[in-house]
C-alpha cells in the first residue's frame, strides 16, 4: 500500500468536491464544486445549472430525460493516517418546494448551498484570506481543478483508481480583459476542460518573488479567483450527463471552442448579501 505523504499533497485538491445529481435514484449527471467558509458556515460552491438541470439562459435540459434533481451527493476528499478518503454525503435540493441554495440572479450560474457541515481538522476549505489580491491580466495562467467524470471510467488498469479520487488538473490563459467582468459578466479563459468540470475551482498562478536565507526565489503563488462555468458556446457540454443529441452544425463546431467562462469571487460573494 503505498501512502500518500499529506506535506507533499496540494490543500487545494482537499478543497474540490465530485458532484453527483439524482432525482430520487434516477442518476441526472455529474459536476464540480468547491468548499468555502462564510459567515461561519461551510458552503458548497456549484453551478446553477448543476442543482437545476437545466441551462441558465434558455431554460433547456440538459439531460435527455428532463432530469431535474432533487438532491445530489457530494464526495469530500481527505487524508487519514496517510491515505486518500471519500466521505460521501448527500444534499437535498429543496424545503417545502423551495430551493434551498443560495442565489443571486437567475441568470448568474453559481449557487451557495449550506452543508451543515462543523469544520474537522481533516478538512480543507476555501476561505476570505485566500482570495486573491494580486491583480490579473490577459494571459496569465490559471488552474481549473475538478472531476471529468467520464475521463477514467473506460480504463481497466488498477492503478487507474487512485486517479479517480484526486480532481484533475487544467491549465489555461485569461482570454478577456478582467476589467470587462466587474459587472458579474464571467471572465472568459482559453482552456480544454471537459465535460464533469462545471463547478471546478479556478485558480491563478502567478509566481512571485520569494527572498529568505538562501537568497532571491520565483516561486508559484496560487489564490483563488472564481468558478468555471462551461464553455462559453454551451455551458451544458462541461457538465457530464447523458446529454440531449446536438442537431445545430454551428453548434456541434463549436463544441470544440476552448473558451471557458468564470464567474469571480466578486460575483459570489454577493449570494451572501441577501
Known sequence: M???RSDLLSTFSLRTVKIDCYFDD???????????EKQSKIYLITNRHIVTGKNVL???HLHKSACEPNKIKIHLLYLENGQPKKEDGTLTLY????????????NIDVVAIDTNYSKPALLKVFT???????EIYPGHEVLIVGYPGFLLKSQ?????????????????????EPILSLDDSPLLIDSATRPGMSGSAVLTNIPTLREDESGIRIVPHIELIGIYSGRLTSPEFDFQDNRVEIEDDMTKSLFF??????????????????
Open 58 to 60: 434558455t431554460q433547456k
Open 128 to 134: 476570505d484570506s485566500e482570495l486573491t489580491n494580486q
Open 257 to 274: 471552442n476552448q473558451i471557458g467562462m468564470v464567474y469571480g469571487m466578486n460575483t459570489i460573494n454577493k449570494l451572501f448579501e441577501k
Open 156 to 176: 481497466a488498469a488498477s492503478w487507474i483508481e487512485k486517479f479517480d479520487t484526486f480532481p484533475i488538473w487544467k491549465k489555461g490563459n485569461i482570454a478577456s
Open 26 to 36: 434516477t442518476w441526472c449527471g455529474n459536476g464540480s464544486g468547491f468548499l468555502y
Open 95 to 106: 424545503e417545502n418546494d423551495q430551493p434551498r441554495w443560495l442565489q443571486y440572479k437567475d
Open 2 to 4: 503505498v501512502v500518500i
